[in-house]
């Protein structure tokens, strides 16, 4: 059992399936605050061209700079110690200075804990929903369009791998159901099996409404929902129905293909 409690974001609080829906659905919250933020801002296409970033020594996007740049701060705190966490930039992290880490728990199995579907979620976000997501144009506001790039990033990052949690889970509490598919490599049986389709369409509506009412106009004499939005609440549930939940259960298949190992 994990004792990162006080973190309410955390998957691993509790490890039960309804502990972890209780995360996933708190991270709903941190995903559409994030989304709400970076659509201030318009495309800012600058910001992602190679070579435009006009830094010394850097080739890369702005938006690849400060991503780089904060995961290499964020490492040395101690940031990627967290099973949770994954960077979009592994290679040649700095080590981390903190004196007396904290001691997270070791819940997920050692090969399954590595899966890493970051790639996915850096194209996904960019090259498809970003440009659903925001207005075209540019207020030359580049850092901090970059800086809501990287939010964006990091809650969905966070929420997609807790797919590990979630396989670990479902393992644990049906080992005999699983083993042969894992041992035969059946993807769709393994996908079949850790499939709840209710559960998916209440987390659709779910984001949909949480999009509505966080991004709606708050005036002192009422909450017009029927109002202006600051995001397209129906963008919230698509985004989760075309690539946060697709994601999220292909990490817990990778997960259990490794499980036995
Ligand atoms: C995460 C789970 O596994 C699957 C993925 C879901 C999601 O990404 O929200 C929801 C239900 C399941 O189909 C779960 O069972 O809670």
Not at 82 to 106: G, I
Request: a negative charge.
């Amino acid at each position: 059992m994990a004792d990162v409690s006080s973190n309410p974001n955390s998957a691993s609080d509790t490890l039960t399936l309804d502990g972890i829906r209780d995360s996933l659905i708190r991270q709903e919250n941190s995903i559409v605050y994030s989304l709400i933020e970076r659509a201030r801002f318009p495309l800012n296409r600058q910001i992602y061209l190679q070579n435009n970033a006009s830094i010394p020594g850097f080739s890369g996007s702005l938006v690849e700079f400060i991503v780089r740049e904060t995961e290499a701060i964020q490492a040395k705190a101690g940031r990627y110690e967290n099973p949770e966490e994954n960077p979009f930039f592994p290679e040649s992290l700095p080590l981390p200075l903190v004196l007396n880490p904290h001691k997270y728990p070791k819940d997920l199995h050692p090969s399954g804990a590595s899966i890493n579907m970051n790639k996915a979620i850096w194209e996904f976000y960019f090259n498809k929903f970003l440009p659903l997501l925001v207005a075209d144009g540019d207020d030359g506001n580049y850092a901090a369009t970059a800086a809501s790039d990287l939010a964006c990033l990091q809650t969905l990052s966070r929420r997609i791998h807790c797919g590990k949690y979630v396989a670990e889970v479902k393992f644990r509490d049906a080992p005999k159901e699983y083993e042969t598919p894992i041992r035969s490599k059946e993807r769709d049986t393994l996908m079949k099996l850790l499939t709840f389709e209710a559960v998916e369409e209440m987390v659709k509506k779910r984001v949909e409404r949480k999009a509505m009412v966080f991004g709606q106009e708050v005036t002192l004499n009422n909450t017009n929902e029927g109002g202006k939005h600051s995001i397209d609440p129906s963008l919230a549930s698509r985004l989760y129905s075309e690539w946060v939940m697709p994601l999220t259960k292909e990490v817990e298949v990778e997960y259990l293909l490794c499980r036995l190992e």
